[in-house]
């Protein structure tokens, strides 16, 4: 299926009241009204593509996986440098301690970028 305005052949079905319409995932049109038998084959078609999808070398299911991984990294790293916020406003930090904080926030900065490009891909395939 193509929309006849923009081009695109990515769509997506929403359901109305008691029909389904195919809406261009681009520009968001409305393209048509599908009965059910229609609208399983176009869905059918969709989870086809979504296996299809690879993001940084890695499927959707991966991808999803990785993004739970790094977020719950993220957290855990978040959680140990506000300790070590906590410490060196009592203590002054020692060299050894500094370089560590710098490594976590440096991971920290990495994760918050790797987060942000997932969930941004994601959020435009509308599969979040
Ligand atoms: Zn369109």
Redesign the pocket.
Known sequence: MV?G??K?DMFFLKDSEDKTGVY?Q??G?WLKWVDSEEKMKLMAEIEKRKRAITVDGANLELVKEKLKAYKKKYDSISEELRFFKQRSTKNKANELESAAMYDKALKLKELTAKIAAYDEVLTTLRIK
């Open positions: 929309c305005y923009c695109s261009c681009s520009c049109r």
